[in-house]
């Protein structure tokens, strides 16, 4: 009965969800391969895609697609809860691009093209390789949590999934002026990319898994109020 729900949920998710993260990897490996032969460069936009990309498209995944349910009334009336239907959706996505990023991460590791942040440079192994997991494993974290939040306060996809790129790409943009105020280093998603040198940099990445974590804590509320889920209409873009 379960592997059955499981796999009715994996088909109800569609393909964007397998295939998001898969494209993003491949399809910016290909363009890299490309236009640029420096292997310095390459890491630092490997890197990036790791940082940058793959927790970006979880997030807007996460927005648009794991509370989404055109049936929202009628699955409210049935004996199994929708926050345990919501919670197993928004855990596959996780899951699935974490497995993605892990392997990825795995990948620019052997092939020596992997970019190490100065607070860890020193470390040895498997402590340094362990560590440097938390590179997409935080700002993955902390963007389907504010995914998954958004799309229930604003019950729109649409809304939620622009309002994930709009956060990414700010800070893509002012990475400048988020490094050099202390106040804004506890949700800087990427400093790798921009910050290599930070001393901040494992002590940033401890800081985005505690304000995931108090994100989702206010989803599992939101997710056990049935009228908060139908005050809008189910079928909203």
């Excluded at 927005?63 to 989404?68: G, K, L, R």
């Amino acid at each position: 009965m379960m592997f059955d729900r499981l796999r009715y949920e994996l088909r109800l998710l569609g393909k964007p969800v397998f295939l998001t993260p898969l494209l993003v990897v491949i399809g910016f490996a290909l363009f890299l391969t490309l236009v640029n032969r420096n292997v310095d460069k390459v890491a630092q936009s490997m890197g990036a895609s790791l940082e940058v990309l793959l927790p970006m498209a979880a997030g807007v995944v996460v927005a648009t697609i794991a509370t989404y349910d055109r049936a929202l009334e009628l699955h409210l009336t049935m004996p199994r809860p929708y926050h345990r239907t919501a919670t197993m959706r928004f855990l596959f996505i996780v899951l699935w691009s974490a497995l993605v990023s892990l392997l990825t991460s795995y990948l620019l590791y052997v092939f020596n093209f992997w970019r190490l942040p100065t607070q860890i440079a020193q470390w040895s192994q498997p402590w340094q390789f362990l560590t440097w997991q938390m590179t997409w494993l935080s700002s993955t974290f902390w963007l389907v949590s504010l995914g998954l939040v958004l799309s229930l306060l604003l019950r729109s996809r649409s809304a939620s999934g622009i309002l994930i790129c709009v956060v990414s790409v700010a800070e893509l943009l002012f990475h400048q002026a988020i490094d050099q105020d202390p106040l804004y280093h506890p949700v800087y998603l990427f400093p790798l990319t921009y910050s290599p040198d930070a001393s901040y940099w494992l002590t940033n990445r401890l800081e985005l898994l505690g304000t995931a974590a108090a994100l989702l804590m206010l989803a599992w509320f939101l997710l056990r109020l049935p009228e908060r889920l139908l005050s809008h209409a189910p079928g909203e873009e």
